[in-house]
């Protein structure tokens, strides 16, 4: 890994069983994460995209070591964590956060904001009593929250303001990393860019890299410099946002391009319906895991699974046949 390198996978997978056998083995396994791959630097914010079931949010829970991977390997500031046992993580986890996707459900009611917030500071040992309540109180106004809320619970609060409470749990113990796990799904669309731009301005501050998971493409291309898209537990296409947007190569990043809304209703373009079903992760199909409902499919997307490789600089795809220069506007 370079030096500006904060973190680094490497065929990361997570197979859960499902059901017993004779003896005691699994019947089946549920393939979520299948081999992903990719480098997040320092002060970068990458998008995750996909489909609900994809894999999003089991690959921000394996980069954490929230639950553990099956296979593969990650680095986290040039050291390998993917082995490391409780103790060994412990030091690590100030600088690895996470914000839930539900800021409901995330926060303890029986808790005040207070306590919430300088939670980590005390498990953590960072200062004592009064220069910890010092930085919750600083952390409270970055964003956006009044000392008097204080002693409050969650049950008092709105969705927004809850989900600032999240943000300052994560922010406060200065993390390097932020897995942002669909942060604003579950809030009104005008708060909704309140607490994206929140995170910008926060991110800049701090210099924070984001691994932001997410469906909706439009706050994606927002916050992220980069995009990975997902697709049945793998990363069909990696790019920065720009050119991801303007000229996808892989034909399921076309599809879920043309079904976003469109803000501005004179430039329309064509809507490409996929056909058929997303497969089981039970049952992945063979070959490219995309390639019964691919439009350009041919007999060796049924056998072979293309590898993640680098059409241009700094677009990877993974795809024998991905739309090129020349047929770009015809397929899209």
Not at 82 to 103: C, K, T, V, Y
Not at 177 to 192: G, K, M, W
Not at 234 to 258: G, N
Request: aromatic content about 6%; some cysteine.
């Amino acid at each position: 890994m370079t030096m500006d390198k904060l973190l680094s996978v490497q065929n990361l997978k997570k197979h859960f069983p499902v059901g017993k056998a004779f003896l005691g083995k699994p019947r089946q396994v549920v393939r979520a994460v299948d081999g992903v791959g990719f480098d997040l630097h320092k002060g970068e914010a990458l998008g995750l995209v996909g489909e609900s079931g994809c894999g999003k949010t089991t690959t921000g829970r394996l980069i954490l070591r929230l639950i553990e991977p099956s296979d593969g390997r990650i680095w986290f500031k040039d050291r390998e964590i993917s082995r490391l046992g409780r103790r060994e993580m412990r030091p690590l986890r100030a600088a690895m956060q996470i914000i839930f996707q539900d800021p409901y459900s995330s926060l303890n009611p029986r808790m005040t904001v207070k306590e919430i917030i300088g939670e980590g500071l005390s498990l953590h040992g960072k200062g004592s009593s009064k220069e910890n309540s010092e930085l919750v109180l600083g952390m409270m106004a970055k964003v956006g929250l009044r000392p008097e809320h204080s002693d409050r619970h969650p049950h008092e609060f709105s969705g927004g303001q809850r989900q600032r409470i999240c943000i300052a749990r994560a922010m406060v113990l200065q993390p390097e990393l932020v897995v942002a796990d669909e942060p604003v799904s579950a809030l009104d669309v005008s708060i909704q860019a309140q607490v994206i731009n929140l995170m910008e301005r926060l991110r800049e501050e701090f210099n924070l890299s984001y691994l932001f998971i997410s469906h909706d493409l439009s706050v994606v291309q927002y916050i992220s410099d980069r995009v990975a898209v997902m697709y049945l537990g793998r990363i069909v296409e990696l790019a920065p946002k720009d050119l991801l947007y303007k000229k996808p190569a892989h034909p399921y990043t076309i599809s879920l391009l043309s079904a976003a809304p469109q803000p501005e209703v004179r430039h329309k373009k064509q809507r490409v319906i996929l056909q058929g079903d997303v497969p089981s992760p039970l049952t992945p199909p063979e070959g490219c895991h995309f390639h019964p409902r691919c439009p350009r499919c041919q007999e060796v997307c049924a056998q072979v699974p293309p590898a993640l490789e680098e059409i241009q600089t700094g677009h990877w795809t993974a795809c024998h046949f991905p739309v090129d220069e020349t047929t770009w506007r015809t397929v899209s």
